[in-house]
C-alpha cells in the first residue's frame, strides 16, 4: 500500500526536482529555451528523437504489475505516440523515451527533463512510495501527465494517484471491445478540436467507480445507448477523456486507447497528439471550463419589503443593456399579501401592475423603473379562475444607447371586455429616461395588438428576441385551456364562452389567420409601425377554400405555450421551447403524453400543435356532434383544420419535427409504427434517445446560444468552450432539464436530435436555496449568465424570487505564455 507519510522525504524531492525543472526550462524558462542533451538513458530504455534534436521530451512508462508477456497494446502504444512525436509539424515534435524502469521517477535530474509523463501501465502497484512521491513532486514542479486506458487501474491504493487520473475503474465493466459513439463536447481543446462530434469507433470502455464530471474537465463522452456497458453501467453521462490543473501540473487521461488498433486510427492519433501538445506545454488549453468549482452563482436582489415589490415582481422576464444593466418584469401578481379580486362584476377584476426593475451593476441598487396596470392579477385555482396574462415580454431596441427605446409585450387591464371575457394582447415601444431609469408611460407607441380570451385560463407566451436584421420575433401561446381534452390535444371545439372557444387550440395556434399560438415576426420602423419581412410563414393575402385567411406576421405556427425564445445573432438561427399538454402517459386512443418542446427553427415552419408534437406524433381528431368520441389521426405531413372555429386556411403547412421533446417517462420517446406512420402508443413499446431528459412536473425554459468574446476583458465571462452551445432548461429542477446541447448543423432545421448534452446542475445550482424555478435566463455583455428564479409560489412574488448572476472565476488556459516550451523546428 502506499502511503503520505513521506513528508520529510517528499518536501526534499519537491525541492529538488522545482530546482532541476526550472534549471531545465520546465517551470519558468523563456520558451525559446533549448534543453540540454539528455544523459546516457538507463538499460531499459529506447529513445526516439527527430531529426536535430529536440528540446521537448515525453516520457512513456509501460510497467505492469501483472504477470505474464508485455501486452501487445504497450507496443502499439508506443509506436504510436513514438510517430507523433517524429511526424507533428514544425515546432510541435518531440523526443520520445519508453521504459518500464520505474527508478527514473527517483532520479530527479533525468525526471526533470521531461515535458510529460505518460502512463501506458496496466493495474496494480508500479510505483514504490519513493517513486511515487517523485512523481507528485514532479507534477507540483509543473510536469505533464497523460493517462491511457489501464493506467486508470495503477497504484489502486494512492489517493494522489486517484486524483491525478481523476477516476477508477468500476468492477463492473465490459472486457470485450465494442463499437460505440463518442460525443466530442470540447471544440476547442487540442486533444478534440479535430475529431467529430459524434465519433465511432470500437474500444473497451471503462465504467467508472464514482464519476469524475465537475471535478475534472471533460471533453468527451461515451453514449451509453450506444452499445452494452453491462452492470456497471455510468448512465448518459459517461465521461471517457478529461484533463485538468492538477497538483501545479497537468494531466489528461482518456478511457480509450484498449486495443491495439485504436493505435492506428487517425483520429485516435490526433486525440492522443493534442494531449500531448497540452501536457508537454506546447500548446496552451482550456481545463477548467467545466469544473463546477469555478462558477460562482451570487444572488443580486434582495427580497421584497412587505407588501411592495420594490425589488423585484413576479418574474417573467429580463433582458440585459449594452452597459450592462439589467432589467426584469414582473407579470402582474402582487406580493402575497395584497387582495386578488376574481369577481367579473368588480371593474378591477383581474387588475395588477406589470413592474419593471432595472438593476445597476456599478452601484448594486435596483430601481423601479415603471409599472403598466395589466390584466393579470387574477390569482391561482382552476381553469376559470388563474390567469397568465399580464407584462409578459420585454426588449431592448437594438439601438437603445441611441433612442432609449423599450419593447414590452402585454395585456393592459384598460381595454378588456368584462361582458365577453376578451382582452388585448400589444407589444408597445416606451422610451426610457436612461439617466434616471426611468420609462415615460405617455410614449407609448401601439406596434401591433390582437384580441385574447381570458375567460379561461391559459397559455400567454411571452418571449421576444431580435435577430441581426432588426428583426423582432414575438411568441405567443395558445390562449386555450389545459383542459377538456384528458391533457392530449387542446382540440375540444365544444367549450365556449358567448360563442368564443376556449378548449380549441385550432381556433389560435393551428389557426393561419390568428396570431396567438406563434411566433410572429415583424420589422419595427422608427415612427412605431412594422413591415413585414420576407420569409414569413405566409404573406397574408392568401385565400383558398371557403375563403380562408392567413395573418403575414406569422412565422411558426403549432406552438402551445412558448414562455422562452431566443435568437443567435451569429446566424440569425432561432430557438424555442413551448410547454406541452398534461397528460401523464400516452393513450392509444389519444396519443403521446405531454411533451414539453425544444426546437431549433431555421425557416417558417409549423411545429405541430394541436395536431402532432415531438417528431411528428400524431393526435386523434374529435370534432362535434361528440367530442367525446375519437376520430381519425392527423396526418403530420398533410394538416388539416376542419375544426368548426376555425375561420384560417384547412390545408395547413406540414408539419416539422421537433429536435427535443420529454415526457415524465423520460427524453425523446418513440414508438413503433404502423403501416400509416401511426405510434402504437403503448408505453412498455417506448424507447427513449435522450436519456438525460426526464420530467414530470415539467415547464420547458428555453435559454441562449452563449458566444464567447474574445475581445471583452471581462473576468466573469463564460470560457470559449461553451461558445455555440444552446443552453435547455426547465422551470422544475429535479429530474428535468438544464443542460448546454450541440445539434448538428446538417439536419437541426429539421428536428435532428442533439448529438451531446451535459449537466449545468451544479454551476447553476438547484434546491431550495439555489435557482429552483427557472423562469429566464441570458447572458450579458459582461459574457456572465443572468438568472431569474421564480420563487415558491405561483401568481406572486416571494422571498425566494430574486435575480442571479452565474460568473466564471476560473481563470485562462494554462500553461501560461510565459511558460510554453519549443518543440523542434
Known sequence: ??????????????????????????????????????????????????????????????????????SPVVNAGIEAIEKIGLSGPAGQRFAVTATKDASVFTDETKLSRFNAVVFLTGGGDVLDPEQEAGLEAYMEAGGGFVGVHDAARAEPYSDWFTGLIGARPASASPATAQRAVVEVGDRRHPATKELPVQWKRPDKWLNWAKNPSGEVHTVARVRESSYQPGTGANGWDHPVSWCR???????F???????????????????????????????????????????????????????????????????????GRVFSIGRGGADSSQPVITDWNNPDVGKGKGEIHVYDPK?????????????????????????????????LDPRFEDNGWVYLHYTPHARIDRDKRMA??????????????KLDLGSEKVLLK???????????????????????????????SSGFSGGYSGNNPEPNYKGVSFADARRTAGNTNNLNGKILRIHPEPDGTYTLPEGNLFTGEETAEGGGKTRGEIYVMGVRNPARISVDQQTDILYAGWVGPDAGAPSTTWGPAKYDTFAVITKA????????????????????????????????????????????????????GNNIWYSPQGGAPDFPRD???????????????????????????????????ADSSSTAKWPAYWDGKWFVGDFYDSDQPRNAVITDPKNQGDGGLPVHSESLKKIVPIGNDGIKNLMDWKFGPDGALYVLDYGRGFFTSDAKSALWRVTYTGGGPTPAAGQLARGTQ
Not at 631 to 656: A, F, I, M, Q
Request: glycine share 12%.
Open 450 to 480: 390582437w384580441p385574447v380570451q381570458i375567460h379561461s385560463c391559459c397559455h400567454a407566451g411571452g418571449g421576444m428576441a431580435w435577430d441581426s436584421k432588426g428583426n423582432l420575433y414575438i411568441a405567443t401561446g395558445d390562449n386555450n
Open 424 to 437: 388585448e394582447r400589444r407589444v408597445s415601444r416606451f422610451t426610457l429616461d436612461r439617466a434616471t431609469n
Open 363 to 395: 452601484t448594486k441598487k435596483v430601481t423601479l423603473a415603471g409599472a403598466l396596470t395589466v390584466f393579470g392579477n387574477k390569482g391561482g385555482g382552476d381553469e376559470l379562475t388563474k390567469v397568465e396574462e399580464g407584462l409578459l415580454g420585454i426588449e
Open 605 to 656: 415552419s409549423n411545429r405541430g400543435w394541436p395536431y402532432c408534437m415531438g417528431n411528428k406524433q400524431p393526435y386523434r381528431d374529435r370534432n362535434l356532434p361528440d367530442p367525446s368520441k375519437p376520430l381519425g389521426w392527423y396526418d403530420c405531413d398533410h394538416p388539416k383544420n376542419e375544426s368548426p372555429n376555425n375561420d384560417g386556411l384547412v390545408n395547413l403547412p406540414p408539419v416539422t
Open 1 to 70: 500500500m502506499h502511503l503520505r507519510g513521506l513528508s520529510t522525504r517528499r518536501r526534499t524531492w519537491v525541492a529538488g526536482v522545482a530546482a532541476g525543472a526550472v534549471a531545465a526550462g520546465l517551470m519558468s524558462a523563456p520558451a525559446a529555451t533549448a534543453r540540454p542533451a539528455p544523459d546516457p538513458p538507463l538499460t531499459t530504455m529506447s529513445i526516439k528523437s527527430p531529426p536535430g534534436g529536440a528540446n521537448v521530451r515525453v516520457l512513456i512508462f509501460y510497467a505492469s504489475a501483472a504477470a505474464g508477456e508485455e
Open 253 to 323: 487521461y482518456t478511457g480509450m486507447g484498449g486495443t491495439v488498433s485504436s493505435y492506428d486510427e487517425t483520429d485516435f492519433r490526433s486525440h492522443l497528439r493534442g494531449a500531448l501538445l497540452w501536457t508537454t506545454r506546447l500548446v496552451q488549453a482550456d481545463c477548467k471550463a467545466t469544473i463546477t468549482g469555478n462558477y460562482k452563482a451570487e444572488r443580486l436582489t434582495q427580497p421584497n419589503q412587505p407588501g411592495q415589490n420594490d425589488q423585484i415582481g413576479e418574474p417573467h422576464g429580463l433582458v440585459t443593456a449594452p452597459d
Open 675 to 709: 403501416a400509416n406512420g401511426v405510434p402504437s402508443y403503448k408505453q412498455e413499446e417506448a424507447t427513449y434517445a435522450l436519456p438525460w431528459l426526464k420530467g414530470g412536473g415539467q415547464a420547458a425554459m428555453n435559454g441562449p446560444v452563449y458566444r464567447y468574446d
Open 245 to 251: 490543473d492538477y497538483d501545479g501540473g497537468r494531466s
